[in-house]
């Protein structure tokens, strides 16, 4: 017998008893614009969320885009800026946004459809109003910056995006939300991830970033934290070994599981299958927050 057949056979045993726990739970996937610079990459990662459709998980796919945002705002003339990390979004650059986060959102539904075979995959759009944004106000000391049309999350309709699933397995989202008088708003992607799979009490949280996950050592891939306790996190950023873009997304997975999610899970989309490799074997390839 071929070794590498029977190795495959024990691969599938190993995933059985994850196929079987998550099956008809919900998962939301967070995944940015720098990973869709390789073509290859992009295309795992939707394979895998076929895969996770295919043992009839249900997924919310949160999608980013900002490196395509501040490429076509340079190309238009605009400098992008930024105040803690939030994009100041005018109307030009709202309309930007719009352009570039629902054609990436458009673009992963019909990959989905038409080359994955997912055909019940769908969009979730703004004018739903499964989610409803409300503009931030932000102060700065004593200062109130004007950011424009950014906002958070006001409300989750949690029973309509669960009827929604039903139907649609797959449905993605793009981070741009309306109000409940019609604006519609820039949200950062992490924020949304995190609401939502709070709103629908999901399984499973995951952001797949272009790094391994949280590192003591960013040089160094083997001072990767696997198991990351919600108790540690206020230490790690106090002495920097979480800080910059990984921040927001400890901050939201923390705020996820204080909400009812089971589990984060931080892990590199340049990893072939990451995210079965996380999910589906025992020891994973990312970080994963627990409670």
């Keep these: 017998m071929d070794e590498e057949v029977v190795k495959k056979a024990d691969v599938l045993v190993e995933a059985y008893p994850y196929i079987r726990q998550y099956r008809d739970k919900i998962f939301v996937i967070k995944f940015g614009g720098s990973i869709f610079r390789l073509t290859q990459i992009k295309e795992n990662i939707l394979k895998d969320i076929a895969f996770l459709e295919a043992v009839g998980v249900k997924t919310l796919l949160v999608c980013g885009g900002g490196p395509f945002i501040n490429e076509e ?16 979004t005018d109307e030009e650059t709202l309309a930007i946004v719009k352009e570039i986060l629902f054609g990436i959102r458009d673009n992963l539904v019909k990959y989905l459809r038409d080359y994955l075979e997912v055909k019940d995959a769908d969009a979730l759009l703004p004018e739903e109003k499964a989610i409803i944004a409300r503009e931030i106000h932000y102060q700065q000391g004593e200062k109130i910056i004007n950011l424009g049309f950014v906002g958070q999350i006001a409300s ?24 409940e008088g019609n604006i519609l708003y820039n ?28 590192m003591r050592n960013p040089e160094n891939p083997e001072t990767l934290i696997s198991v990351l306790k919600h108790s540690e996190v206020e230490g790690l950023i106090a002495s920097k070994v979480i800080k910059a873009g990984m921040i927001p997304k400890v901050s939201s997975g923390i705020s996820a599981i204080k909400q009812g999610v089971k589990k ?28």
Aim: proline fraction near 2%; charged fraction near 20%.
């Design 187 to 214: 949200i950062n992607g992490d924020s949304v991830a995190s609401g939502l799979a709070g709103a629908v009490k999901a399984e499973k949280l995951i952001f797949l970033t272009d790094v391994l996950g949280v």
């Design 264 to 291: 984060v899970h931080i892990v590199s989309g340049n990893i072939q299958h990451s995210i079965i490799l996380e999910v589906f074997t025992e020891h994973g390839v990312g970080t994963e927050i627990i409670n």
């Design 156 to 179: 989750v309709n949690s029973q309509y995006i669960e009827q929604r699933l039903e139907k649609h397995r797959v449905l993605v989202v793009a981070p741009v939300m309306s109000s």
């Design 73 to 88: 705002m340079e190309n238009r003339g605009k400098q992008p800026k930024f105040v803690e990390g939030m994009r100041i």
